[in-house]
């Protein structure tokens, strides 16, 4: 099968059974995904399928050949720069031990591209899948609203 992830199309010989995530992790070297929970309770694993966030742990890999697979690692600009989500988790200190922040700025991009950032209390409700042990939620609210008008008309999905 062939994925198409971060722009770039890779040729795979999965088993059918294999996920999103472990085909990323294990085939492609993208370990910014997180294998969390495996269980989709979590959502450490998030990445965008078409610009959707789907959980890589519960998505078979064929599931996403033919589309346009976005990970952490496809994010910043090929000069370096940040997304406008990633610079706005740095700038509210979004995170603490960092481990659910991968999945935490995937989930939050594809909040603010299906529409559900009007609110905080939307924000908070469409984010509800993913958890923090470190409790950084006030954080990650204020960063999406900031990044929010910074993503206006700019859809996250290379390929």
């Not at 610009?51 to 599931?63: I, N, Q």
């Not at 905080?120 to 900031?146: F, H, K, T, W």
Request: with cysteine.
């Amino acid at each position: 099968m062939v994925l198409r992830v971060n722009g770039q199309e890779h040729r795979l010989a999965l088993d059918p059974r294999v996920t999103l995530l472990d085909a990323l992790r294990e085939e492609l070297g993208l370990t910014g995904a997180k294998k969390g929970c495996d269980q989709g309770q979590c959502g450490a694993c998030t990445v965008l399928l078409d610009g959707r966030r789907v959980l890589s742990c519960l998505t078979l890999a064929a599931r996403a050949a033919g589309g346009a697979v976005t990970t952490i690692e496809g994010l910043a600009t090929e000069d370096g720069g940040l997304h406008p989500m990633q610079q706005a988790f740095l700038d509210h200190d979004a995170f603490q031990c960092g481990y659910c922040t991968p999945g935490q700025i995937m989930s939050a991009i594809g909040c603010v591209q299906e529409g559900h950032a009007g609110t905080p209390d939307e924000i908070r409700e469409a984010m509800s899948g993913n958890l923090c042990r470190c409790a950084a939620y006030p954080n990650i609210v204020a960063a999406i609203e900031q990044a929010k008008p910074q993503m206006a008309g700019r859809r996250t999905e290379r390929g």
